[in-house]
């Protein structure tokens, strides 16, 4: 493929569920005719310079070029958001040898996923794209929806600071159109609960967000820490106070995260004058990763104790891993050339891995030494721009990395069940049909899967100073991209998203009547709204709200399926499953969107919200008015036009989920390793639950 097909080719950017964005949805109508870049902004001069000026040490293309003989202490299988933050941590040790696994191709020089602005959707069913599809959804009238996953080694990952927290191998709470997020206070504590494991706590993963909490832990908690989180000045220099409260960021750390970069000031004026005419209704928020949302008068003990004050939302600027207008990565921070020079470490690209091999069984335990992997033919090539993915050559060369003494899982919530299934380990009701031999019979592997819906609405405004400006306008748009390319400042530093309200669903709804409340607690939130100054998908000029549910009533928090006569008969939610034996096929993604009341509830009162908020009388001489009707319709019919067009916010997470020590159901015990196999971990979004 030519890579320049795909930094140079606008694609029309699609209303897929989120993907972090009110975008994916955002500017929706781009196209290679409305839009034309002027070629020179993609000159193959600009892509070499990026590569040379990346080029990074071990970071390999071919099986070939890596010395020794494939036997490392540690084998990571995927160099995603988690993968190299483990990586990174672990090769801080010299005398530990670490090899990463990764399907997917090199960022470098990829402008489609260092610019801010391009974050999601220029990315769509591309080389870097997975490009899944869902089985059939019943919740939304059985529409197959397109599954989004990075096949990138630095990917979508905008999050890798999120994932910097718990003993440095943890995990996102959220979602990659570079928006952070570190949950709440009673979302972690919920973890530990579950697992029965208090490092899991809100308290004991804080200090792994940052490393800068002197005043309230001993020094001593940070000495053996790498730092994290780096709070950057976002790409325009603007004056920030007000926007955020420094005692809970820190500025040491490799990960940037800043505010926005370029001011959208008519929108921007309107959020915050909304949050001053309905108070009560949208509270401003002086920082959406406190963790106690409500921000003002908190003081840095408040926020260690949890003390939260949500009652029914706020509103505050949004925060993302974006540095000096460019995205900030897994692989920009944690595999940053300094760290990817380390002579203990090896990342291996278009390498992928199908299934895990040599076992054995020592103290009644199974053990694997083996990762199986294939390596298609690297055809990249700095002048002709040539890449070929492994997996369209998957199969070709064949090799088994060993590890002496940790395999780590770090796939993502598809590519770990989907490993772990091909190599035997599983449900044998599904492997059995597959034509899979079950190695151990483990039936909640690629269950208790979720995601978030998620619904994109807009409105038509007067004002022009908007996203929709820039794209749909190829002399802005080139503009913006010269300036972008000149200075890293301007339109295209920010994605789309300039503020974040969080809601609480009424605790006197009705829906309570019959259905348990699935947040966390009374503290913590049901519903994202990502507020953006474009995005009406037509011509013209736009804002939108993007409204995921929190919490889908699919996602259990460890649930106990239902077992009667030996038979598993309860699984609630979705579920990644197999069913071939080939392991470079798809899997089968059931996300069991929407199938519960309670969604479909939250969804309309995220709605609500939304029109609420664009109701408030400093919008009144801007708006039009909707590009949808959602309000003057019958319940009924805001149901339909909800599971018509309603998405999935790609931030599945279960599939590997954690359970307490000694639990029969789960995947892994709350240290990360995989019940009943010995020295396999797994490391990323699937443990969570
Ligand atoms: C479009 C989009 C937008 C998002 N927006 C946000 C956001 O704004 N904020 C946020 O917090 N989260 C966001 N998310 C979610 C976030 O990206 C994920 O939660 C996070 O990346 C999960 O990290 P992970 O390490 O578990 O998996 P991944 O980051 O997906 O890493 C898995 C890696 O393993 C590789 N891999 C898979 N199978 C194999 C195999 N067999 N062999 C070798 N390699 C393999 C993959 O190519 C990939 O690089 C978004 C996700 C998407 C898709």
Redesign the pocket.
């Known amino acids: 493929m030519n890579i320049l097909r795909d930094v140079r080719t606008p694609r029309a950017l699609k209303r897929h569920g989120?993907?972090?964005?009110p975008t994916g949805a955002g500017i929706t109508n781009w196209s290679p005719t409305d839009v034309p870049i002027a070629p020179q902004m993609f000159s193959p001069i600009l892509v070499v310079a990026a590569l040379v000026a990346s080029s990074l040490g071990n970071v390999y293309e071919s099986v070939a070029d890596l010395t020794g003989n494939l036997t490392y202490d540690f084998v990571i299988?995927?160099?995603?958001?988690?993968?190299l933050v483990v990586a990174n941590r672990l090769t801080e040790n010299p005398n530990f040898s670490v090899l990463v696994?990764?399907?997917?191709v090199s960022n470098i020089g990829v402008l489609d996923s260092a610019i801010p602005l391009f974050?999601?959707n220029f990315l769509e069913q591309t080389i870097y794209d997975?490009n899944y599809t869902t089985t059939p959804q019943s919740g939304v009238n059985n529409r197959v929806l397109d599954y989004?996953?990075?096949?990138?080694?630095t990917?979508?990952?905008?999050?890798s600071a999120?994932?910097a927290c718990w003993e440095d191998v943890a995990?996102?709470?959220?979602?990659?159109?570079?928006?952070?997020?570190r949950g709440t206070v009673e979302d972690w504590d919920r973890y530990a609960n579950v697992t029965h494991d208090p490092s899991w706590s809100w308290n004991n993963v804080l200090p792994y967000f940052f490393k800068a909490y002197i005043l309230s832990f001993p020094i001593d908690t940070f000495n053996d820490l790498s730092q994290n989180e780096k709070w950057s000045p976002p790409a325009d220099h603007h004056n920030t106070q007000g926007q955020f409260d420094p005692s809970v960021h820190s500025t040491l750390g490799i990960t940037s995260v800043s505010l926005g970069g370029f001011q959208w000031r008519t929108f921007n004026q309107h959020v915050i004058q909304t949050t001053k005419e309905l108070p009560d209704v949208f509270p401003f928020d002086l920082d959406m990763n406190s963790g106690q949302p409500l921000g003002v008068g908190m003081t840095v003990i408040d926020v260690i104790r949890g003390y939260q004050n949500l009652m029914f939302g706020n509103v505050g600027w949004v925060q993302s891993t974006i540095g000096d207008g460019m995205r900030s990565s897994?692989a920009t921070s944690y595999l940053a050339e300094n760290f990817a020079q380390r002579k203990n470490l090896d990342v291996l690209l278009h390498?992928?891995?199908?299934d895990l091999v040599a076992a054995s069984h020592a103290n009644g335990k199974l053990a694997f030494s083996g990762v199986r992997?294939s390596q298609g033919i690297d055809l990249f090539h700095p002048m002709l721009f040539l890449y070929i993915s492994s997996l369209e050559l998957a199969g070709t060369s064949q090799f088994t990395a060993k590890a002496r003494k940790e395999i780590i899982l770090?796939?993502?919530?598809?590519?770990t069940p989907?490993?772990l299934m091909h190599s035997g380990i599983g449900d044998r009701n599904i492997l059995g049909p597959a034509g899979v031999p079950t190695v151990l019979h483990l039936p909640s592997v690629g269950r208790n899967v979720s995601d978030q819906p998620f619904f994109l609405a807009s409105w038509s405004v007067k004002f022009n100073e908007t996203i929709d400006s820039v794209t749909q306008n190829a002399t802005r748009f080139n503009e913006a991209f010269a300036q972008w390319n000149k200075t890293h400042t301007g339109p295209f530093t920010n994605y789309l998203i300039t503020h974040v309200a969080w809601l609480r669903l009424d605790p006197d709804s009705s829906i309570f009547d019959n259905q348990t409340d699935p947040a966390a607690g009374p503290h913590s939130p049901h519903i994202e709204l990502f507020l953006a100054p474009g995005g009406g998908g037509e011509p013209g000029h736009f804002v939108s709200a993007g409204i995921y549910v929190l919490n889908p009533k699919s996602r259990k928090y460890l649930f106990k399926p239902t077992v009667r006569n030996g038979a598993t008969h309860v699984w609630p939610g979705g579920s990644i499953t197999i069913n071939t034996n080939n392991?470079f096929d798809p899997p089968v993604i059931d996300l069991g969107l929407l199938q519960n009341d309670l969604d479909i509830f939250t969804l309309r009162e995220g709605i609500k919200r939304a029109n609420q908020f664009y109701s408030a009388p400093t919008w009144q001489d801007s708006i039009i008015g909707p590009t949808q009707d959602l309000e003057n319709v019958t319940t009924a019919a805001l149901d339909e036009i909800i599971r018509n067009s309603a998405g999935v916010g790609?931030?599945?997470v279960g599939s590997a989920a954690m359970s307490p020590r000694g639990a029969t159901w789960g995947v892994v015990n709350p240290d990360l390793l995989v019940k009943g196999v010995d020295r396999l971990r797994i490391v990323?979004?699937?443990v969570l639950c």
Do not use: C, K
């Not at 990917?155 to 999050?159: D, E, L, M, Y």
């Open positions: 989120g993907g972090g964005s299988i995927g160099g995603g958001t988690a993968g696994l990764e399907a997917g974050a999601v997975w989004l996953r990075g096949l990138f080694w990917r979508f990952s905008g999050n999120n994932l995990l996102t709470l959220g979602q990659d159109g570079m928006v952070y997020t897994s390498a992928q891995v199908s992997f770090s796939a993502g919530a598809v590519g989907n490993v392991p790609l931030h599945m990323d979004a699937s």
